[in-house]
């Protein structure tokens, strides 16, 4: 399935946290080699997943993390405004209508079946959300990856093989990543509603502030 999380809330689910933070370390230190903040336990996160972002968390066959990504919005601090703002010409999109999304992870082992559903996820939260585009910050190389995924960005702009980039939310894109991923569009949402159906009952999602 997949699951919806504010940061605020993922010591409700420990393992899973674990697990996420864990991948994310065994994937951009140890994998792609970036420059990033490991710590003891051998979690990787960022001053970012202090500011309550939302996760999208694609859960394998026994509930453990399989792939994952983070939400939070441009009107605030974001990676692209602070760390690459060289990528937009100094000046990052802000607005309501765009949530920035980052920390795209997978697990070792896991395959295109669930980046699909994390994609997935996204969208279904986007829409929720009522926004009607994300940016993020990605090594180059990525684009051909989305590409083959079948929900490609805008590539906005690319400096020392980092790449920033604008992705389309639609109906249209949710219900052919439903079709791709293999997932009911109504198994879709039920998943969404499985997490935050209180607050969807009332307005749409955003960070608690």
Known sequence: ???????????????????????????????????????????ETDDYDGMDPIYVIVEDAAGGHAASMRFLPTTGPTMLADVFPHLMGGAPIRSP????????????????????????????????MGVTHSVGVFDAPMTRIYRRLGWSPEVLGTQDGISAGLWTLSRRTHDMLCSTAGVEARTSRAWLEASFGEILAQAPLSVRG
């Open 1 to 43: 399935m997949i699951r919806y999380l504010y940061g605020t809330d993922l010591d409700r689910h420990p393992d899973l946290a674990a697990a996420m933070f864990r991948d994310r370390a065994a994937q951009f230190r140890d994998r792609m080699g970036w420059a990033v903040t490991v710590d003891a336990m051998g979690w």
């Open 97 to 128: 209508l765009v949530w920035e999304c980052t920390r795209f992870c997978l697990s070792p082992g896991a395959g295109a079946g669930a980046a699909r559903r994390l994609l997935l996820g996204a969208v279904e939260l986007g829409l929720a």
